[in-house]
């Protein structure tokens, strides 16, 4: 196998056994960007010589034995509205072209501190606004496994990137879907953490009350070993907990006997590509097979859940986007008459369409007339929601389903039509509407030969319990990169274009 194919621990025992040194390890995937990124589009910006210096910086740390990370040394990238010291973050706006933040997210300096090698900086929708990384202001991801779709969004560079190799892991952000659908999309593992378990500071804010960062890997030890390093309390997020995080490694284990776990009818119905359900139907079998115990349960609520998620979401939207007006930072238009008509020009200018369209409605919902009607509805509804959950929670230790109704589109199919769009976000915003989290796995192929991402849901800050079934599931049915067929496709990809 070839270096970007391994996982994070592979790529440790190279590293601790002096068979690949930490600044060649750097170079070889800088090097497969430069060679790739023009068929993907992964990346905004490339840090080529940050990351050098902090290859060499980190062998030297390791060397005099004053490191001592799984991620040390491991090439990694980071979605472009998570703040990087010196760093153009971009967000994927003309409103942010040139911000470079003078400090990181608490994310990053975790994982610096952790030895990690920042690659760059990855595509996305703008402002994390969509599901297929269409609405970036600089460019289009092309989904690695056939480029004529989209990686799913919104943070679809980081999925690409891990599934083209062109980063071994990912940190990606999430609101309503943003990590586990383009997971699925490109056949990657992703989680979504309980709300609070990580820190948001230095992540640019969508809709606060929904937004976390979480890891995007090819493997679920993967993503147990990143989140493990980035979560745990901050004292610059008031939300995020003081709860001790335990050691997620020591949850994979192939082991789920008499694990409970509820599959919703809601989430196998027609709505879903038949190829999907079968994936799903697969599962259960292989779950049952391995000493769990499936059962269909019901959550009656989930044709509530996207209004529910688009009236907040956009709500704290249009309050958190108020302050991009030209004054503080980013684009400023170039002429205009007084500090209004300046306002409104960068903002008319600045903004994309999808953003403009969520800032609106986000205004209108909050207006004197509709807040009731609607925000204030939506915030009953999340409560009726949460309370669902909890019940269904009663019942069994895992809900289980598919991420989305569809595998990854073509590019261009949905980008015209924003509710056909909205609706795809109807399996993966329930955990973002109560706060829960889900792992995302890849669970098979559809007849395109195109990745099935199957979700587990679980209790509130019991990642280690998802973690546990994902590992299984990953073990019995044999993880997508451990087969060459993923890399075959990948590189019959870069031949064709
Ligand atoms: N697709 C959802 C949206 O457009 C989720 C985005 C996200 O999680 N950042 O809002």
Same mark, same amino acid.
């Given at each position: 196998?070839? /270096?970007?194919?391994?996982?994070?621990?592979? /790529?440790?025992?190279?590293? #601790?056994? @002096?068979?690949?040194?930490?600044?060649? /390890?750097?170079?070889?995937?800088?090097?497969?960007?430069?060679?790739?990124?023009?068929?993907?589009?992964?990346?905004?910006? =490339?840090?080529?010589?940050?990351a050098?210096?902090q290859?060499?910086?980190v062998?030297?740390?390791?060397?005099?034995?004053? /490191?001592?990370?799984?991620?040390?040394?491991?090439?990694?990238?980071?979605?472009?509205?998570?703040?990087? @010291?010196?760093?153009?973050?971009?967000?994927?706006?003309?409103?942010?072209?040139?911000?470079?933040?003078?400090?990181? !997210?608490?994310? &990053?300096?975790?994982?610096?501190?952790?030895?990690?090698?920042?690659?760059?900086?990855?595509?996305?929708?703008?402002?994390?606004?969509?599901?297929?990384?269409?609405?970036?202001?600089?460019?289009?991801t092309?989904?690695?496994?056939?480029?004529e779709? &989209?990686?799913g969004?919104?943070?679809?560079?980081?999925?690409a990137?891990?599934?083209?190799?062109?980063?071994i892991?990912?940190?990606?952000?999430?609101?309503?879907?943003?990590?586990?659908?383009?997971?699925?999309?490109?056949?990657?593992?992703?989680?979504?953490?309980?709300?609070?378990?990580?820190s948001?500071?230095?992540?640019?804010?969508?809709?606060?009350?929904?937004?976390?960062?979480?890891?995007?890997?090819?493997?679920?030890?993967?993503?147990?070993?990143?989140?493990?390093?980035i979560?745990?309390?901050?004292?610059?997020?008031?939300?995020?907990?003081?709860?001790?995080?335990?050691?997620?490694?020591?949850?994979?284990?192939?082991? =789920?006997?008499?694990?409970r776990?509820?599959?919703?009818?809601?989430?196998?119905?027609?709505?879903?590509?038949?190829?999907?359900?079968?994936?799903?139907?697969?599962?259960?079998?292989?779950?049952?097979?391995?000493?769990?115990?499936?059962?269909?349960?019901s959550?009656?609520?989930?044709?509530?859940?996207?209004?529910?998620?688009?009236?907040?979401?956009? !709500?704290?939207?249009?309050?958190?986007?108020?302050?991009?007006?030209?004054? #503080?930072?980013?684009?400023?238009t170039?002429?205009?008459k007084?500090?209004?008509?300046?306002? +409104?020009?960068?903002?008319?200018?600045?903004?994309?369409?999808?953003?403009?369209?969520?800032?609106?409605?986000?205004?209108?919902?909050?207006?004197?007339?509709?807040?009731d009607?609607?925000?204030? +509805?939506?915030? +009953?509804? $999340?409560?009726?929601?949460?309370?669902?959950?909890?019940?269904?929670?009663?019942?069994?230790?895992?809900i289980?389903?598919?991420?989305?109704?569809?595998? !990854?589109?073509?590019?261009?199919? +949905?980008?015209?039509?924003?509710l056909?769009?909205?609706?795809?976000?109807?399996?993966?915003?329930?955990?973002?509407?109560?706060?829960?989290?889900?792992?995302?796995?890849?669970?098979?192929?559809?007849?395109?030969?195109m990745?099935?991402?199957?979700q587990?849901?679980?209790? $509130?800050?019991?990642?280690?319990?998802?973690?546990?079934?994902?590992?299984?599931?990953?073990?019995?049915?044999?993880?997508?990169?451990?087969?060459?067929r993923?890399?075959?496709?990948?590189?019959?990809?870069v031949?064709?274009?």
């Amino acid at each position: 196998m070839e /270096l970007h194919e391994l996982s994070i621990s592979q /790529l440790g025992s190279l590293i #601790k056994n @002096k068979e690949v040194s930490i600044p060649k /390890l750097t170079r070889y995937m800088l090097d497969r960007i430069e060679k790739l990124d023009s068929a993907y589009g992964c990346y905004i910006t =490339v840090a080529e010589e940050k990351a050098m210096e902090q290859a060499a910086d980190v062998q030297a740390r390791l060397d005099g034995g004053n /490191l001592d990370s799984p991620l040390a040394g491991i090439p990694m990238a980071v979605k472009d509205n998570i703040c990087t @010291k010196g760093i153009l973050t971009t967000c994927a706006s003309r409103m942010l072209y040139n911000f470079i933040p003078p400090y990181d !997210a608490h994310v &990053v300096g975790k994982l610096y501190e952790n030895g990690a090698i920042l690659l760059g900086k990855v595509n996305m929708d703008e402002f994390a606004m969509g599901s297929s990384t269409e609405s970036s202001y600089f460019k289009k991801t092309f989904n690695p496994l056939d480029t004529e779709r &989209v990686p799913g969004g919104s943070s679809g560079g980081a999925a690409a990137a891990v599934a083209s190799g062109e980063a071994i892991y990912c940190l990606g952000s999430y609101t309503g879907g943003s990590i586990r659908q383009p997971a699925a999309f490109c056949g990657c593992v992703g989680i979504k953490p309980t709300y609070g378990l990580v820190s948001r500071f230095g992540l640019v804010a969508y809709a606060s009350s929904f937004d976390q960062v979480g890891p995007l890997t090819r493997t679920v030890s993967d993503c147990a070993m990143v989140l493990g390093a980035i979560a745990g309390h901050d004292p610059m997020d008031a939300t995020s907990t003081r709860k001790r995080i335990p050691d997620y490694t020591k949850a994979l284990v192939q082991d =789920v006997r008499g694990l409970r776990i509820g599959i919703p009818g809601e989430f196998v119905d027609d709505s879903v590509d038949e190829d999907i359900r079968n994936a799903v139907f697969k599962a259960i079998q292989v779950f049952s097979e391995q000493g769990a115990e499936c059962k269909e349960i019901s959550i009656p609520v989930m044709e509530y859940v996207v209004p529910t998620y688009y009236i907040i979401a956009l !709500a704290e939207a249009s309050s958190n986007l108020a302050r991009y007006d030209g004054v #503080k930072y980013g684009y400023r238009t170039s002429e205009y008459k007084d500090l209004i008509d300046m306002c +409104k020009r960068t903002r008319s200018e600045g903004f994309g369409t999808e953003v403009k369209r969520r800032i609106l409605l986000g205004t209108y919902v909050l207006s004197s007339g509709y807040f009731d009607a609607y925000y204030k +509805k939506a915030l +009953k509804a $999340r409560t009726i929601i949460s309370r669902e959950f909890g019940r269904a929670f009663e019942e069994c230790d895992i809900i289980m389903g598919p991420v989305a109704p569809t595998t !990854a589109y073509k590019i261009g199919e +949905k980008i015209n039509d924003p509710l056909k769009m909205y609706m795809e976000d109807i399996f993966t915003v329930p955990a973002n509407i109560t706060g829960l989290p889900a792992l995302a796995i890849p669970a098979g192929i559809d007849r395109n030969n195109m990745p099935i991402g199957l979700q587990l849901i679980g209790k $509130r800050f019991d990642e280690s319990t998802i973690f546990r079934a994902g590992y299984t599931f990953e073990q019995t049915i044999g993880s997508n990169w451990t087969s060459s067929r993923m890399n075959n496709q990948v590189n019959n990809q870069v031949k064709n274009k």
